[in-house]
């Protein structure tokens, strides 16, 4: 029974619902980051294209092309009408066969199995665009104009930029060809699950349309149509000048007779219908990532701002971003009823060290902002930390031994009056800050004007 036709059918119908339950659940999940999405995408869109698959192959089986379902049953009812015990038996062999065959979950062993989506360093993982290759083409070329390469991100899909007469070049079409390669590549690396190509059916329908109702570009503005000649005849009444516009118009030669022209203009005419379709998908795509290129402009601006040191810590922390996230994705949520502080292993501490510590006892410092600290360890050693050293430098205090345990800011205030008036400090000194002026204006305090006079100086 397991090699019949029908049992092949109900694996496949098994295998199709198994996929599709496994596609709900992990689009169930929502992903923490950009890596994750792009990994979730990629496995739906596997698992969508393993549905499509064994799809195609039902399709084969019910079609039935060479009979073979159709006689297998039409067997399986002759056996039935002539053997009582063959119902028992297929119901035995039905039962054995998953014994004998082990059922493995093809769409776990597949998603498991699936290779990394690979970007390069510039690309950052899917956020930004990697243009730096077609720049160098752009400002090699003729067509190409000198500017920076943050400029040329938002130049580049505006291909009616570009003159009509450069279009038709061999160096123009390698180069477009290249910027539609990459923006695909792109697109199917970042977004999986789009389709393209009924995407680029639309562009082509859209395209053609004005080319079948006018019979030529519709963005282009000639003198004369030269699609509504049939014949040389016809052009040669309307004149070399008028002729000559035209085919200016066009992006076409101009030289030779009207009979070489009339010629001309039909072997080019197919090279701006591909030119034109070209030009359309990578507007279209440069549309669906519109955000992308605008992120790329601005993270290559905010580069060009940096220094090298600056460039090297943000790769750094990048990569220390790309490892953390690899790590942690085997990593399940912690149970932690009690709320307890995370250990040098990043598990919750022991209870009884819980209480040893007296890390549920709360202590507030009003210096310090109203910072809670946990725990008698913690609040004595803060006194010494930044954040209270900068709340006493901001009161105009001293930090000194005599402040410890104080953390009200009145408190603070008090003591340090007290303290300068232990000090002296606010203790009035006549014979210091007393003054007197002598008869030429010059002025003293009181114990250097009474030794000057004592001496007769004054």
Not at 33 to 51: E, G, T, W, Y
Not at 221 to 242: F, K, N, Q, W
Not at 437 to 452: A, H, M, R
């Amino acid at each position: 029974m397991s090699a019949t036709l029908l049992e092949v059918t109900r694996a496949y119908h098994e295998e199709v619902e198994r996929l599709e339950r496994t596609i709900v659940e992990d689009l169930q999940n929502d992903p923490p980051c950009n890596r994750d999405r792009l990994h979730q995408s990629h496995r739906v869109r596997s698992m969508i294209d393993q549905i499509s698959a064994t799809t195609y192959k039902l399709i084969e089986i019910y079609e039935d092309d060479n009979n073979a379902r159709k006689d297998e049953i039409a067997a399986l009812r002759c056996q039935m009408d002539h053997e009582d015990n063959l119902f028992y038996e297929l119901l035995k062999e039905i039962r054995e066969y998953p014994r004998r065959h082990r059922v493995v979950d093809r769409a776990t062993d597949m998603v498991e199995s699936m290779l990394e989506v690979e970007f390069s360093g510039e690309e950052g993982s899917g956020r930004y665009l990697d243009l730096h290759q077609l720049y160098n083409d752009y400002m090699n070329s003729k067509f190409g104009e000198p500017l920076e390469y943050s400029a040329y991100l938002q130049v580049f899909p505006q291909a009616g930029k570009i003159p009509r007469k450069l279009k038709l070049t061999r160096q123009y079409k390698e180069y477009l060809s290249k910027v539609l390669e990459y923006l695909i590549g792109f697109f199917q690396r970042t977004e999986p699950l789009q389709d393209l190509e009924t995407i680029f059916s639309k562009v082509k329908t859209e395209l053609e349309e004005p080319w079948a109702s006018k019979g030529h570009d519709p963005s282009q503005h000639t003198a004369i149509d030269l699609d509504d000649y049939s014949t040389v005849e016809e052009l040669i009444e309307e004149g070399p000048e008028r002729l000559k516009e035209g085919l200016a118009a066009r992006g076409l030669k101009t030289g030779g007779t009207i009979l070489q022209r009339h010629f001309l203009k039909g072997e080019q005419i197919n090279d701006w219908k591909e030119i034109a379709l070209m030009e359309a998908k990578m507007e279209k795509l440069c549309d669906l990532l519109h955000k992308t290129i605008v992120r790329t402009k601005e993270n290559v601006e905010r580069k060009q701002a940096l220094t090298y040191q600056e460039m090297e810590v943000e790769r750094e922390e990048n990569e220390v971003q790309a490892a953390t996230e690899s790590d942690d994705d085997d990593e399940q949520p912690i149970y932690n009823p009690m709320k307890l502080p995370m250990g040098w292993d990043g598990k919750p501490i022991p209870y009884w060290l819980y209480k040893l510590h007296g890390l549920g006892q709360e202590f507030k410092c009003e210096i310090c902002g109203n910072q809670s600290y946990w725990g008698r360890r913690a609040y004595e050693r803060h006194f010494k930390e930044w954040r209270h050293q900068h709340g006493m430098r901001c009161l105009g205090i001293p930090n000194t031994k005599n402040f410890n345990e104080v953390t009200l800011v009145e408190e603070a205030k008090e003591l340090w009056e007290r303290i300068q008036e232990r000090q002296g400090v606010n203790k009035w000194r006549p014979d210091l800050e007393e003054e007197y002026e002598d008869q030429e204006g010059n002025i003293y305090n009181k114990k250097t004007y009474t030794d000057l006079q004592r001496q007769g100086l004054i």
